[in-house]
Structure formats: structure tokens, C-alpha cells
């Protein structure tokens, strides 16, 4: 649970606050995955890319979950990335998919 309390107005405020905090972060997963697909086109290491963005201002804690194997189909806690109907993030089949 979070420790800090921020009051934002009436009854009703906060869970407009999460749903505002759940569309960021639902872009932010967007920006992840098309980021990654755009490096395996490219004919990068999707997991070198994702480790190299950690360091800079791409860093987020939804890369993190990424880099960490912790977003995708292998029962982690974000949602599925789509690419050509098989998963883009996570290591569901031992890493990224070939594109």
C-alpha cells in the first residue's frame, strides 16, 4: 500500500486521480513497446536496448519491468504488447520475438 495520502477535493477525486494515473501509465507502456519493436526492426538487441535506456531519460519503471522480464505473457503484471499476434515484451519464449 502507499504510504502517502494526497487529498484532491471532494468525495470521488481519487479514483479520478487513478484513472488519470492509469491512462499515463497506459501510454507509457505504448512508448515502451514501440520503442522496442522500432529496435528490433532496426536489427537491434531488444533487451540491450531496453538495459541502455535505463540509464538515461527513456528510463521509467514500466522499462524496468521490461528489462527485468516482468511485463508480458509469461504471467507478469503488465499487459501484452501485440506485434504480428505474438507477444513483443516479456520471456514467455525464452526472449523477444524475431519480427
Not at 497506459?26 to 538487441?45: F, P, Q, R, W
Not at 511485463?71 to 520471456?91: E, F, I, K, S, T
Request: a negative charge.
Amino acid at each position: 500500500m502507499g504510504r502517502t495520502i494526497t487529498h484532491l477535493g471532494p468525495l470521488g477525486s481519487g479514483q479520478v486521480a487513478k484513472a488519470v494515473n492509469q491512462v499515463v501509465l497506459c501510454g507509457t507502456y505504448l512508448g515502451v513497446a514501440e520503442g522496442i519493436v522500432l529496435a528490433m526492426k532496426a536489427g537491434l538487441d531488444p533487451e540491450a536496448v531496453v538495459g541502455a535506456l535505463a540509464g538515461g531519460a527513456a528510463g521509467s519503471w514500466v522499462g524496468a519491468q521490461a528489462e527485468d522480464g516482468d511485463v508480458g505473457a509469461d504471467g507478469g503484471d503488465g499487459p501484452v504488447a501485440q506485434v504480428g499476434g505474438r507477444p513483443a515484451l516479456g520471456q514467455d519464449a525464452g526472449g523477444f520475438p524475431e519480427l
